[in-house]
């Protein structure tokens, strides 16, 4: 089957550069561009009102000086929130960033996105799918976009609205499962993404072989994570991409 032609880079800023900046916010990934970093993950959700924003977390606990479910908030309340705060007085008055603002930004800074549809509980897959898809796919060029989600329902209903040279999808998974080729077919994925602490030397090869580009989460340790190269990994999403910048702990090209 057709995809578009992406050239994902060996290593990809987590939630942009969190290590560095609060987490999935404008400022983390304008530092991630500032660190060259190409790529950003970041997470999708959708607020009660319907607007979409990049946010993980089924709450706004953690990261905000604030309380409460984000499938109860508005816009309204989440503009109230200080997201930047929690994590130095540096980025005091961060607000919470919209789908919208946030790819504005990468489409200027022209980077990559690999966008999780992230459904917690109380979240409506196909709603979100529906807001989400439409602005992504308007905003950037097809070989600067992978949507991943570990829900097979967004990920079936993402691609009902884009074939796969449109949209290319990422299947993820905690542990890579016994069926998971069956799973990427059934929705004409284009990788995997797995937890490379969960990761075996033969499921990863099993992928590799298969052609699917293979594409682990988290990986901060670049010594420990060495040997899944020689698996076939593709690319690694890190907190701190430049802890990888020793030419000798990353694969040739």
Not at 50 to 66: F, K, L, P, Q, T
Not at 69 to 93: E, I, P, Q, Y
Not at 224 to 245: E, H, K, M, Q, Y
């Amino acid at each position: 089957m057709p995809h578009p032609q992406i050239a994902l880079p060996r290593i990809i800023a987590h939630r942009g550069l969190s290590a560095h900046a609060p987490e999935n916010t404008l400022s983390a990934v304008r530092a991630a561009h500032a660190a060259n970093c190409l790529w950003v993950e970041l997470d999708v959700q959708l607020l009660s009102d319907g607007i979409a924003v990049i946010w993980h977390d089924r709450d706004v606990n953690r990261c905000s000086d604030g309380r409460g479910r984000l499938c109860n908030m508005t816009m309204a309340d989440a503009d109230k929130l200080d997201v930047g705060s929690w994590f130095s007085s540096a980025f005091s008055g961060e607000r919470m960033a919209t789908l919208t603002e946030m790819l504005a930004l990468l489409e200027a800074l022209k980077m990559g996105v690999n966008l999780e549809l992230k459904i917690n509980r109380g979240h409506d897959p196909a709603a979100l799918v529906e807001t989400a898809i439409p602005a992504l796919m308007a905003a950037l060029p097809a070989e600067k976009r992978l949507v991943s989600s570990f829900n097979t329902e967004a990920l079936t209903h993402a691609r009902s609205l884009a074939s796969p040279d449109q949209l290319a999808l990422g299947c993820l998974f905690e542990r890579v499962p016994a069926d998971w080729q069956a799973r990427c077919e059934s929705v004409q994925a284009w990788s995997l993404h797995a937890n490379w602490k969960k990761l075996t030397q033969q499921r990863a090869r099993a992928v590799s072989n298969a052609g699917y580009p293979l594409v682990c989460f988290t990986a901060n340790d670049p010594g420990r994570f060495a040997p899944c190269w020689d698996w076939g990994v593709t690319a690694a999403i890190s907190d701190d991409p430049a802890l990888f910048n020793d030419s000798s702990i990353l694969p040739s090209a």
